[in-house]
């Protein structure tokens, strides 16, 4: 069975940091795009980063110069590297991953179950 499963999350002071994981297990050929959201309470789920494929990244202008999305391919993960927190990064974060499970089958979307960030004042 394909999962994605994030790590990493945890309680951080303001101005702190954290890298967040992001790992498919099972049977897989490859994974493609990968995007990070987050969710605050409240508030819809927002795109953070993306990276493709061939590691092109983007990020939301919030995140932007302080959020750095990397991927190594060999492992089947994708982190999340994130510098200088402010207490509105607190969120659940959730990775989500378009999942190529044979050489011939198209990329299926998979979703993790999401990892709590807290950012404290």
């Known amino acids: 069975q394909v999962q994605l499963e994030e790590s990493g999350g945890g309680l951080v002071k303001a101005g702190g940091s954290l890298t967040l994981s992001c790992a498919a297990s099972g049977s897989i050929y490859r994974i493609t795009t990968v995007r990070w959201y987050r969710q605050a309470p409240g508030k819809e789920r927002e795109l953070v980063a993306i990276?493709?494929?061939?590691?092109?990244?983007n990020y939301a202008d919030p995140v932007k110069g302080r959020f750095t999305i990397s991927r190594d391919n060999a492992k089947n993960t994708v982190y999340l590297q994130m510098n200088s927190l402010k207490v509105e990064d607190t969120a659940i974060y959730y990775c989500n991953g378009d999942i190529r499970l044979t050489i011939t089958t198209a990329a299926v979307s998979y979703w993790g179950q999401g990892t709590q960030v807290t950012v404290s004042s």
């Open positions: 990276i493709t494929s061939s590691g092109s990244a």
